[in-house]
C-alpha cells in the first residue's frame, strides 16, 4: 500500500470515530415530543404547558400569567396557535405556541367568560358560546392566528349556552343548552361565518336531562352528549344532507349508588371511534363506553374513580392518554388508554388553584416508548425520500436526507438524525454489477443532506439507485429502488417528455382561507396527508424528468415569516415528506430555479437587509436541492441542457444579480445582471437545437399587475432590459425560441408583439391559484394590447405543462388533478 493511500486510510478511519462519537452525543440529546397539553388555571390566572413523557409521565414545561381568569381553550387546527376564554375582564387570549412556552399575540374583548371555544374546520373563524348571557359569537381568524377586533355576527340565544360542535364540512353547528334542556342547530356560512337556524331550529329534550357538551364520532354520522342534569350520556344520529339531530339513545353514566350532588361535564369521542369518555363530578369518576360498528350506540365499559370534581378532560391526539383536571383538588391525572379503551393511571402532580380546562395540542403524538412500531418509526428513516437532479448525457446529483422518523413532530419539523449514507447504482434493475459512491456523514451542518455526483454514466439509459444508510458502516440499510433516465444528449434524435411545474404554497394547501388561500379549496384531508394532488397526476403522464420554475416553498405566509437558518429549513422539511413527492422524485429527475418566496420574501431583490439575508437565501437554495455538489461553494445556478438532437433548454437566475426592484428603469436596470445576460444570448446565438426553451421564474410577456415591479413584464419593473433582449432575438433571428415561466398564478398562453410565445404554467395546488391580467386591461402591464393571448384559465386552479419535443414541439395545460385543458402545437397543427 502507498503511503498516500495509508494516510487516506488513516484520515477515513479518524473521521468515521469521530462520526460515530458525534452521533452518540447527538442522539442522546434529542428529546423525544410526547404530546402536549394546556391547562388553564382560573384562580391563579395562569396557562401551564405539559408534555407526556416516557410511560406516561407529566411533565410541565412552562408557566405563562394572563391577565383574565382563564377557562374554555382551543387550538388551531396545526397547533400553533391557542385560542383561550377569559372571565374578569372578559376576553379571548391568543397565544403562539413556541416550543416550550406560550406567546401572548392578542386580547379580544367578548360579551362575558366564554364557556366553550371551537375553530371551524376551515380555520377561519373562531365559535365562542357563552353560559352565563345566552349568546354566541363569531370571531374570523385573519391571520397569524390573530381575531377580528369584532366578531362578524352575536346571536342571542335560549340561556346556559354551554358547548358547541361543529361538523367535518363546517356547513352545520350545534349549542347545546343544559337550560332549557336543548340543542340549538344552525347552519353556517363558511364563506362568511353566519350563522342561521336550521330547520328544525332545535332538537328539544322531553326528559329534564340538561345537553352539556356535544361531540362528532370522526367518521361516521353520530353524534354523542353529556347530560349535565341526567348523569347521563346520548347518541344522536347526525343527518349530513340536512344537518339535523336525532336521538337514539341514552345511558346512564354513573352508578346507583350516588350520594349527594353530582353532575356530568365533558365528554370526548376516542380518535379510533371505538370508545366514549364521559366525566362525571361529585361521583369522581371517568365512564368508558364501546361504540358498537354497527348501531352506533354504547355499552358500558369502565367507571374509572379519578379526582373528586373532574370538570376537564382531554384525550391526546393519538388516542393514547387521557388527563383530567381536579376543579377541587388542584390536582392533574395522567391516564394510559389500554387498547380495548379502559383508563389505567400512569401519573398525578398537583396544580395551581382550579384547574378548569385541559386542551390538546392537535400535533401527531410521538411515541418515547422503547421497542414499539411507533418508537421504531421515529428512529433513523429517509422521511424525505430520494432524488435525483441535473441529469445529462453522463452524469447525474443523487440526494437524501436522513431523518428521525417520517412525519413532523409536535413543532411541525421533521428533524434530521445523524448517520452515514451512501448510493448504490446499476443499469440494471437486480444491481447487478453495482457500484457505490463513498460514504458521506450526515451532519447538522447540511441538514443531514447527503448528496452525491455520479460521473460516466452512458447516455440515454436507464440506472436504478438506492441510498445505503446508517449510524455504522457495519449496519447500513438499504432505502427504495429509485430511477432516473440519462438524457438523449445532442447526437441522438429521438421525442422527449417532460413537466414544468410552479408555485407550490404549502400553508394554503393545508389550511386554506387561515393560510389566505386565494383559490378554490380542493385539497381533501387525504390529500393533506399524501401532498399536493399535482404530483399524483404528473406521475401518471410519467415524465421524463422536471422542472420547476420557482416558489418551491414560501417562507412568508400567514402562520409565520421564516427568518432564520432553522426557520428556513423547516419549510423544506415538512413539504418535502408528502408521500406523493417522495413518490413522483424517487423515479423522476428535476431541475430547479427559485423565485422571491423561495429566496427571501415577496417581489424580493437581493439589496434590503430585511431577514433572510440574501446570502442565506442563495445558500438554502443550494443546500435543499440538488443543483450542485455540496463541495462547490459557489456553484453558478444560471445554466443550459442540451436535451436532444432537437430541444435545447434554458434555466435563467432571476434574484441573484438583480438591481434594485425600485430603481428607476433603463439600460442600466437589469435582472440577469450583466455576466448572465452576455452568457444567454452568446449561448443561444451558439446553438443548433430545432426547439430552444427559455424557462425562467418570472414571465416576460404577462401580462401582468400593473403595480408590480418585481418582472421583466411589469411596466416599471424591468422592461427595458426583456424589450433590448425581444430586439436582439428578432435582430438575430432567432427561430423557434419559446419562453416558459412560473410565477404567475394563473395559466396562459400569450404572444408577444414580436411573434415569441410565452406559456404560463401556473400555481400547481388549487388554492394557490387566482384569475389572470387578460391584454387591455387598464389593471396590467398591457394597456395597449400588444399582447395577444390564445388561452388564459376560464376559472382560478392549479396545474403544471407537459412538453412534447421532436419533430415537432406540443405544450399541454392539465389542472392540478391531471385533467387536459388547452393543448397548441408548433408546427401549427393546423
Given at each position: ?28 440529546s ?13 384562580n391563579?390566572?395562569r396557562?401551564?404547558?405539559y408534555?407526556?413523557?416516557t ?41 403562539r405556541?413556541e416550543?416550550t ?10 360579551p ?70 336543548c ?7 363558511t ?9 328544525p ?16 364520532h ?5 353524534v354523542?352528549g ?7 350520556v346520548?347518541?344522536?344520529g347526525f343527518?349530513s ?23 356530568t361535564?365533558?365528554?370526548e ?6 370508545f366514549?369518555y ?27 374513580s ?24 388542584n ?10 379503551g ?37 428512529g ?15 452524469s447525474?446529483?443523487l440526494?437524501t ?34 457500484v457505490?459512491?463513498?460514504l ?13 455526483l455520479l ?8 440506472y ?23 438524457l ?9 417528455e ?7 404554497n ?5 389550511h ?11 385539497a381533501t ?5 399524501l401532498g ?8 401518471q403522464?410519467?415524465?421524463?424528468f ?13 402562520f ?20 406523493r ?5 424517487r ?19 437581493p ?14 437554495f ?39 426592484n ?43 399587475d ?12 424591468f ?12 435582430t ?5 425560441l ?17 411573434g415569441i ?12 391559484s387566482?384569475?389572470?391580467v ?22 382560478p ?19 392540478d ?14
Amino acid at each position: 500500500m502507498s503511503s498516500l493511500s495509508m494516510i487516506r486510510g488513516s484520515v477515513r478511519a479518524l473521521a468515521f470515530v469521530l462520526l460515530c462519537l458525534f452521533s452518540v452525543r447527538v442522539t442522546t440529546s434529542v428529546k423525544a415530543d410526547g404530546p402536549r397539553a394546556v391547562v388553564s388555571l382560573r384562580n391563579d390566572r395562569r396557562l401551564d404547558l405539559y408534555t407526556i413523557e416516557t410511560g406516561g409521565k407529566l411533565n410541565r414545561e412552562s408557566q405563562t400569567p394572563v391577565d383574565s381568569k382563564p377557562g374554555a381553550s382551543c387550538f388551531d387546527h396545526v397547533g400553533r396557535h391557542l385560542y383561550v376564554g377569559g372571565g374578569e375582564p372578559s376576553s379571548v387570549s391568543v397565544f403562539r405556541v413556541e416550543s416550550t412556552s406560550l406567546s401572548p399575540l392578542q386580547n379580544v374583548s367578548v360579551p362575558a367568560s366564554p364557556s366553550y371555544l371551537s375553530v371551524t374546520p376551515s380555520g377561519e373563524f373562531l365559535i365562542a358560546c357563552y353560559y352565563s348571557t345566552g349568546q354566541v359569537t363569531v370571531h374570523r381568524i385573519v391571520g397569524e392566528g390573530r381575531l377580528s377586533d369584532q366578531p362578524v355576527q352575536t346571536l342571542q340565544l335560549d340561556e346556559r349556552t354551554h358547548g358547541i360542535a361543529i361538523d367535518r364540512s363546517g356547513e352545520f353547528v350545534f349549542v347545546s343548552h343544559t337550560r332549557p334542556n336543548c340543542i340549538s342547530q344552525f347552519r353556517m356560512d363558511t364563506r362568511t361565518g353566519q350563522l342561521t337556524p336550521n330547520a328544525p331550529a332545535k332538537l328539544q329534550r322531553d326528559d329534564d336531562v340538561g345537553p352539556r357538551h356535544v361531540c362528532f364520532h370522526p367518521t361516521a354520522d353520530m353524534v354523542y352528549g353529556s347530560n349535565e342534569k341526567g348523569r347521563s350520556v346520548s347518541a344522536y344520529g347526525f343527518d349530513s344532507d340536512s344537518g339535523t339531530l336525532s336521538l337514539r339513545q341514552t345511558i346512564n353514566t354513573t352508578s346507583g349508588d350516588v350520594d349527594g350532588k353530582s353532575s356530568t361535564s365533558h365528554v370526548e369521542v376516542h380518535p379510533s371511534g371505538d370508545f366514549v369518555y364521559v366525566g362525571n363530578r361529585g361521583h369522581g369518576s371517568i365512564a368508558v363506553f364501546a361504540i358498537s360498528h354497527t348501531t352506533g350506540e354504547l355499552s358500558l365499559l369502565q367507571r374509572k374513580s379519578t379526582v373528586t370534581v373532574p370538570r376537564s378532560f382531554s384525550l391526546s391526539p393519538g388516542g393514547r392518554y387521557a388527563v383530567v383536571a381536579g376543579q377541587r383538588s388542584n390536582k392533574l391525572v395522567c391516564y394510559a388508554i389500554r387498547q380495548d379503551g379502559k383508563l389505567v393511571e400512569t401519573d398525578s402532580v398537583d396544580t395551581g388553584k382550579t384547574p378548569w380546562w385541559i386542551s390538546f395540542s392537535p400535533m401527531h403524538e410521538q411515541s418515547n416508548e422503547p421497542n414499539t412500531s411507533v418508537s421504531q418509526h421515529r428512529g433513523l428513516s429517509l422521511g424525505q425520500g430520494t432524488m435525483s437532479g441535473e441529469v445529462t448525457e453522463s452524469s447525474v446529483l443523487l440526494q437524501t436526507r436522513l431523518t428521525q422518523g417520517t412525519t413532523l413532530n409536535s413543532h411541525g419539523d421533521l428533524l434530521g438524525y445523524p448517520g452515514i449514507a451512501c448510493f448504490e447504482w446499476s443499469a440494471s434493475e437486480d444491481f447487478a454489477a453495482a457500484v457505490r459512491s463513498p460514504l458521506q456523514s450526515a451532519v447538522p451542518e447540511r441538514d443531514h443532506i447527503v448528496r452525491s455526483l455520479l460521473s460516466g454514466l452512458m447516455p440515454d439509459t436507464k440506472y436504478y439507485y438506492r441510498t445505503l444508510y446508517g449510524e455504522s458502516s457495519d449496519q447500513l440499510s438499504g432505502g427504495p429502488v429509485c430511477s432516473f433516465q440519462t438524457l438523449p444528449g445532442k447526437d441522438i434524435d429521438r421525442p422527449v417528455e417532460f413537466i414544468i411545474g410552479s408555485c407550490m404554497n404549502y400553508v394554503k394547501f393545508m389550511h386554506g382561507r387561515a393560510g389566505n388561500a386565494s383559490g378554490p379549496l380542493t385539497a381533501t384531508k387525504e390529500d393533506k396527508r399524501l401532498g399536493f394532488p399535482a404530483f399524483e397526476a404528473m406521475k401518471q403522464l410519467a415524465p421524463e424528468f422536471f422542472v420547476g420554475t420557482g416558489d418551491v416553498v414560501y417562507y412568508d405566509n400567514p402562520f409565520r415569516v421564516a427568518k432564520t437558518v432553522e426557520e428556513l429549513r423547516r419549510c423544506w422539511h415538512e413539504q418535502f415528506r408528502f408521500p406523493r413527492m417522495i413518490e413522483f422524485f424517487r423515479d423522476v429527475p428535476a431541475y430547479w430555479s427559485k423565485d422571491d418566496h423561495d429566496f427571501r420574501f415577496n417581489d424580493s431583490d437581493p439589496h434590503s437587509t430585511k431577514e433572510p439575508s440574501a446570502s442565506t437565501g442563495i445558500h438554502l437554495f443550494r443546500e435543499q436541492l440538488p443543483i450542485a455538489s455540496l463541495e462547490d461553494s459557489d456553484p453558478r445556478t444560471y445554466r443550459t441542457i442540451r436535451v436532444s438532437r432537437d430541444v435545447q433548454i434554458w434555466l435563467t437566475e432571476g434574484r441573484d444579480y438583480r438591481s434594485k426592484n425600485n430603481a428607476p428603469d433603463g439600460p442600466e436596470k437589469t435582472m440577469w445582471g450583466v455576466e448572465q445576460r452576455d452568457w444567454l444570448k452568446k449561448t443561444l446565438a451558439a446553438s443548433d437545437a430545432k426547439w430552444k426553451l427559455l424557462i425562467s421564474p418570472t414571465p416576460m410577456v404577462g401580462p401582468d399587475d400593473a403595480y408590480k415591479k418585481d418582472n421583466h413584464a411589469n411596466l416599471d419593473g424591468f422592461r427595458h432590459e426583456a424589450d433590448s433582449f425581444f430586439e436582439w432575438v428578432e435582430t438575430n433571428r432567432m427561430g423557434n425560441l419559446f419562453l416558459v415561466c412560473g410565477d404567475r398564478h394563473w395559466q396562459y398562453h400569450s404572444i408577444h408583439a414580436s411573434g415569441i410565445h410565452e406559456f404560463s404554467c401556473g400555481a400547481l395546488n388549487d388554492e394557490n391559484s387566482r384569475m389572470g391580467v387578460p391584454p387591455g386591461a387598464d389593471f396590467g402591464s398591457d394597456p395597449d394590447s400588444l399582447v395577444r393571448q390564445p388561452y388564459t384559465s376560464a376559472t382560478p386552479g392549479g396545474g403544471f405543462l407537459q412538453v412534447k419535443v421532436g419533430d415537432m414541439m406540443e405544450v399541454t395545460f392539465f389542472d392540478d388533478r391531471g385533467m387536459e385543458l388547452h393543448r397548441v402545437s408548433f408546427p401549427d397543427s393546423e
